[in-house]
Nanobody, 120 residues
Framework: QVQLVESGGGLVQPGGSLRLSCAAS????????MGWYRQAPGKQREFVAG???????NYADSVKGRFTMSRDNAKNTVSLQMNSLKSEDTAVYYC??????????????WGQGTQVTVSS
């Protein structure tokens, strides 16, 4: 069994910062790509940032220069540092990962999500 657990969401004023974390646990052989997605009310889930197993990071245009994603392969964790937050960043943020399990298959997993609200 594999789990992704996010933490770090909350309420912040416009211009503020938050740091999200995601930890993968369970029967993990290795983790390929990991990513952050978000879903605002009434909208489709969208890509925010992603990192390959080799450490290459890419971002959605809407968050470039404001968000920074990092990965710790030893701890099976990723983080998302979010600065200069705007009201339009309000959403539920989800962690996603492609994980190889002991029986050889690679599955895609989602976390349960963490709410980020940017409001004065």
């Amino acid at each position: 069994q594999v789990q992704l657990v996010e933490s770090g969401g909350g309420l912040v004023q416009p211009g503020g910062s938050l740091r999200l974390s995601c930890a993968a646990s369970g029967s993990i052989v290795s983790i390929n790509a990991m990513g952050w997605y978000r879903q605002a009310p009434g909208k489709q889930r969208e890509f925010v940032a992603g990192v390959t197993s080799g450490g290459t990071v890419n971002y959605a245009d809407s968050v470039k220069g404001r968000f920074t994603m990092s990965r710790d392969n030893a701890k099976n964790t990723v983080s998302l540092q979010m600065n200069s937050l705007k009201s339009e960043d309000t959403a539920v943020y989800y962690c996603n990962a492609d994980i190889k399990v002991p029986w050889g298959s690679v599955y895609n997993y989602w976390g349960q999500g963490t709410q980020v609200t940017v409001s004065s």
